[in-house]
Structures are given as C-alpha cells and as structure tokens.
Nanobody, 122 residues
Framework: QVQLVESGGGLVQAGGSLRLSCAAS????????MGWFRQAPGKEREFVAA?????VSTYLTKGRFTISRDNAESTVYLQMNSLKPEDTAVYYC??????????????????WGQGTQVTVSS
C-alpha cells in the first residue's frame, strides 16, 4: 500500500512558476514509477509526466515542466515554469509498480493522491 500526499498548488499569474511535491509512504519508493496527471473541469484526466524508479522521465510535452524524484525522501516533484491559463487544473500524483515501461495511461496507476489545485490567471 502506498499513500500519496500532494502539496504546492496555488494561484499564480501567467508566466509564473510552481513546484508541486508528492510525498509517498512506504519503504520501497524506488520500486514505484511515479506520474503526474491533471484534470480540468469538464475534461478527462490528462497525463503530464512520469518518472521511473531509476529516474528516467517522460513527458506529454517536454519543455515547461520537469519531473524529478528524491528516493531518499520518498518524494516526487513537478517543476512548472512559464505557466499558462490552460494549465489550470487539479494536479494528481500517482504511483505504479515499476515494470520498466513508461506508461501514460492513468488506468495502469494503482495509487493516487487527493490532488492539488493549480490556478493560472491571465
């Protein structure tokens, strides 16, 4: 069982930055691939980025967002720069056992945090 707690969301002006954090419970954090997803009102949950237990990352669109992890702290981060109003959404952290494959389908993730709201004003 893995419990995930996100933090770091908030209100920011367009062009600003935020860093989201997701703290995980358990002693085998490095065995899990981690992902960030987001969901805007009326839209489906969307893949943002993922990172394997060894630190290999993948992105929906590489450039403004950077995913990283600290296995010693059992924490995964999402650094978001040059934010746009269309980035407004609830951001979720998710975990799945790392099988060596990069996965962007939210259905294959087993554990989810409660989400943190990110609002970007124009």
């Amino acid at each position: 069982q893995v419990q995930l707690v996100e933090s770091g969301g908030g209100l920011v002006q367009a062009g600003g930055s935020l860093r989201l954090s997701c703290a995980a419970s358990g002693r085998t954090f490095s065995s899990y691939a981690m992902g960030w997803f987001r969901q805007a009102p009326g839209k489906e949950r969307e893949f943002v980025a993922a990172i394997s237990g060894s630190g290999v990352s993948t992105y929906l669109t590489k450039g403004r967002f950077t995913i990283s992890r600290d296995n010693a702290e059992s924490t995964v981060y999402l650094q978001m720069n040059s934010l746009k109003p269309e980035d407004t959404a609830v951001y979720y952290c998710a975990a799945r056992y790392d099988d060596g494959l990069q996965r962007s389908d939210p259905r294959v993730y087993d554990y989810w945090g409660q989400g943190t709201q990110v609002t970007v004003s124009s």
